[in-house]
C-alpha cells in the first residue's frame, strides 16, 4: 500500500528539541521530492520545508529556519524533521506529504505540543 | 513574500454549483493546486496545475486560472463535498516557495 506515516510527535518544553519521521511505503521514495506541512489546532495549513529527491534543494520558511532540519535516508525510505529552539507556535500537527509542486500524497500526521 | 487570498466560507445548496477563489499577484503565472481537508482527516489533493484533476477526483471538481484569481468549481454539490479548501502555489522565485491560502469552509445546506 502506498502510504506515508508519521511518528516521533510528543510534549516538549519550549527551548526543546524534537525529531519526528515519516516512514514511507508502497512507492520508490528516492525519487520524489518531500515536504513537511504543519497546523495549529483549528488553524490552516503552513508549509515548513522542502527537500529535494537527492537532497540537493532545501527550503524553510521564514517562521523555522535557523531552528528546523529537514533530512532524509533513501536507503530506509524515510524523512525526518529536526526541530530546536521550540517555541509554542510551534504546536501543530505535522504531516508529511510528497510530491514536486503539488502534494499528491499526505501522511495522517503527528502531534508536537510545546507547553511548559 | 507571496500572499493568497480565500474567502473564509462558501455556502451552496445540494445539487448546485460552488465558486472558491484563491487570489494573488499574477497567480496567472503560476501554477496553483487544490486541497479538500474534511475535519478530523489529512488533506487529498484535489486540484493540481491549474486544472488537472487528481486520481479518483469525481469530474463535478474542476479549475481554472487567470490573471490575478485561481478558481475552484464543484458542480452538483454534495453533502460529503463539505470540508476546507486550500489553495497552494510554489513559488519558485522565492526561498520559501511553499505558500498555502488560508483556506475556505464550504457548507452544503
Known amino acids: 500500500e502506498v502510504q506515508l506515516v508519521e511518528s516521533g510527535g510528543g510534549l516538549v518544553k519550549p527551548g526543546g528539541s524534537l525529531r519526528i519521521s515519516c516512514g514511507a511505503s508502497g512507492f520508490t521514495f528516492r525519487t520524489y521530492t518531500m515536504h513537511w506541512v504543519r497546523q495549529a489546532p483549528g488553524k490552516g495549513l503552513e508549509w515548513v520545508s522542502s527537500l529535494s529527491h537527492t537532497s540537493t534543494y532545501i527550503y524553510y520558511s521564514d517562521s523555522v529556519r535557523g531552528r528546523f532540519t529537514i533530512s532524509r535516508d533513501n536507503t530506509n525510505n524515510s524523512l525526518f524533521l529536526q526541530m530546536n529552539s521550540l517555541r509554542a507556535e510551534d504546536t501543530a500537527l505535522y504531516y508529511c506529504?510528497?510530491?514536486?509542486?503539488?502534494?499528491?500524497?499526505w501522511g495522517t500526521g503527528t502531534m508536537v505540543t510545546v507547553s511548559s | 513574500s507571496y500572499v493568497l487570498i480565500q474567502p473564509p466560507s462558501v455556502s451552496v445548496a445540494p445539487g448546485q454549483t460552488a465558486t472558491i477563489t484563491c487570489g494573488g499577484n499574477?497567480?496567472?503565472?503560476?501554477?496553483v493546486h487544490w486541497y479538500q481537508q474534511r475535519p478530523g482527516r489529512a488533506p487529498v489533493l484535489v486540484i493540481s496545475?491549474?486544472?488537472e484533476r487528481a486520481s479518483g477526483i469525481p469530474e463535478r471538481f474542476s479549475g481554472s486560472n487567470s490573471a490575478n484569481t485561481a478558481t475552484l468549481t464543484i458542480s452538483e454539490a454534495e453533502g460529503g463535498d463539505e470540508a476546507e479548501y486550500f489553495c497552494q502555489v510554489w513559488n519558485s522565485d522565492s526561498p520559501h516557495p511553499g505558500v498555502f491560502g488560508p483556506g475556505t469552509w464550504v457548507t452544503v445546506l
Open positions: 499574477n497567480i496567472g503565472s503560476k501554477s
Open positions: 496545475d491549474d486544472d
Open positions: 506529504a510528497r510530491g514536486a509542486y503539488s502534494m499528491e500524497l
